[in-house]
């Protein structure tokens, strides 16, 4: 197997895991929570087949689904975020030869592009997930605050891991 696949797997099952045993079980001010397993799929590379970035988005939240008790609540997030990963890539990156092989990082897109690169995906997943379990709209504003707390939560824990994996 290519070293990258391996080191892919090794990430799934790190984040799956860590979301599972202990980001479930943190919860700042009572509303902020850290959704890190998303980091999969934002460090996935831009060039992946469509299909397989669906099928890898809805693995992932499938398996945290298993793990958490959140029946298909994941699942569908992180199919819906798998979709709109590349437009939202492509948003803050140039359409470039150079990019197409590119995974996601501060690395390969600079501190500013990836954070809101990172930032963007992070909104929407937390946006979906609370509109998504919280289906009434009676609490609008605290749905709001609790997307927007896990929104920060889960973008600046992203950005310490990515600022730690990066090589100068």
Do not use: W
């Not at 970035?53 to 997030?77: E, R, Y």
């Not at 990963?85 to 690395?107: C, L, T, W």
């Amino acid at each position: 197997m290519n070293k990258s696949v391996i080191s892919y797997i090794f990430l799934f099952v790190i984040l799956v895991l860590l979301q599972a045993l202990l980001m479930n079980h943190i919860v700042l001010f009572n509303s902020a929570v850290c959704f890190i397993f998303i980091y999969f799929l934002v460090k996935l590379p831009v060039n992946l087949a469509p299909n397989l970035v669906l099928t890898l988005g809805f693995l992932l939240g499938l398996s945290v689904d298993m793990l958490s008790d959140t029946p298909g609540l994941n699942a569908l997030c992180c199919t819906v975020l798998a979709s709109l990963k590349r437009p939202v890539f492509f948003a803050y990156e140039q359409h470039d030869d150079q990019k197409r092989n590119m995974a996601p990082g501060i690395g390969t897109m600079g501190i500013l592009n990836f954070c809101k690169y990172a930032f963007s995906i992070s909104a929407i997943y937390c946006l979906l997930a609370f509109f998504v379990e919280f289906i009434e709209f009676t609490d609008i504003l605290g749905i709001l605050i609790k997307a927007g707390a896990s929104t920060l939560f889960t973008f600046l824990t992203m950005l310490a891991i990515d600022s730690l994996v990066y090589k100068n």
